[in-house]
């Protein structure tokens, strides 16, 4: 029955990721005052995409093609360390944060190398990019993941989430510096605005998309997938480290979908206030984003030092 909760929470995240970024653009067509698509457009995207032939070029090699399939399999590994409506399962209680983002450095390693495959000059400046932003932003990640793990005593999310849950509403200090930083990682990992733009091409500004632009057909739609299933796990991540409450301690029907209705509301809230983010401010120059991320990794470490002038007190 475990298993078969575990299975459902992966699949829960593969089928619901599209819906998270349909919502983030319809709120922010709403804030802009323009006619918002449908929430489904996502998955009409991806699947016009996958019933199309890919076209692949003639100086691609196996890592051009293999890649997409490597980063979406390497996302949804990284999907089932991460409780979403449960805690407690086969899957979160056998791997750790390190685990997962080490996932994360897996598939961006590939989407990297893929870039790099053709030899264009967006691919290998859009690589170039990718690397360096990632080199900022996992420190400071996992900065602010171990403030949280320091204060449940493991690095396993499920045990962390249980500790956050049994202890009740307490104000700790050192989690709203995590929260800060872990947010600001979250829009550089997922390519958001200030520090990337998902809606542009233009050369000077793409990071990601300057990646991808040789892929097409159903390989764009793998990795397209897997960039939504990022980003809904980021939000996951935020809403269930910080704000665990609702999330199913025990295995019946009731419970289950009290914590998906949960966690769905959690992360609509998560995309209105992005959107507002999004809208409200504007991207950036790519050499700042160094010093949006050294802010982040700074929060972090503010946060674990607080947790453990607290600990000394105490």
């Not at 995590?178 to 809606?199: C, K, Q």
């Amino acid at each position: 029955m475990n298993w078969l909760i575990a299975i459902l929470q992966i699949t829960l995240f593969v089928v619901l990721a599209p819906l998270l970024a349909g919502w983030i653009k319809c709120c922010k067509c709403r804030l802009q005052n323009r006619k918002a698509p449908s929430v489904f457009q996502p998955y009409r995207d991806l699947l016009k995409l996958t019933c199309k032939q890919p076209v692949v070029s003639e100086q691609a090699s196996w890592v051009f093609t293999k890649a997409p399939y490597i980063i979406f399999s390497a996302t949804v590994l990284a999907a089932s360390v991460v409780p979403l409506i449960a805690v407690d399962l086969p899957t979160s209680a056998s791997a750790d944060v390190i685990v997962m983002v080490g996932f994360f450095a897996f598939a961006r390693f590939f989407l990297a190398l893929a870039g790099l495959d053709i030899g264009t000059a967006f691919g290998g400046m859009g690589s170039s990019r990718e690397m360096t932003i990632s080199s900022l932003a996992e420190p400071a990640m996992l900065m602010a993941i171990f403030t949280l793990t320091m204060t449940a005593s493991t690095t396993n999310l499920s045990f962390a989430i249980t500790h956050v849950l049994n202890e009740g509403l307490v104000l700790r200090p050192s989690f709203v510096f995590a929260l800060a930083a872990l947010t600001l990682v979250a829009i550089a990992e997922t390519g958001r605005i200030p520090v990337d733009n998902p809606a542009t091409h233009l050369e000077l500004t793409m990071i990601h998309e300057a990646m991808i632009l040789e892929y097409s057909g159903r390989h764009l739609a793998l990795i397209e997938w897997a960039s939504q299933l990022k980003l809904m796990l980021y939000g996951v991540l935020i809403a269930n480290i910080f704000f665990p409450w609702g999330i199913a301690e025990t295995f019946n029907l009731q419970a289950l979908g009290y914590g998906l209705l949960v966690i769905m509301g959690k992360l609509a809230l998560l995309a209105v206030f992005l959107a507002i983010a999004e809208t409200l401010v504007a991207k950036m120059r790519l050499f700042r984003v160094q010093e949006f991320l050294s802010f982040a990794y700074l929060l972090g470490l503010l946060g674990m030092l607080s947790h453990i002038i607290l600990e000394a007190v105490r």
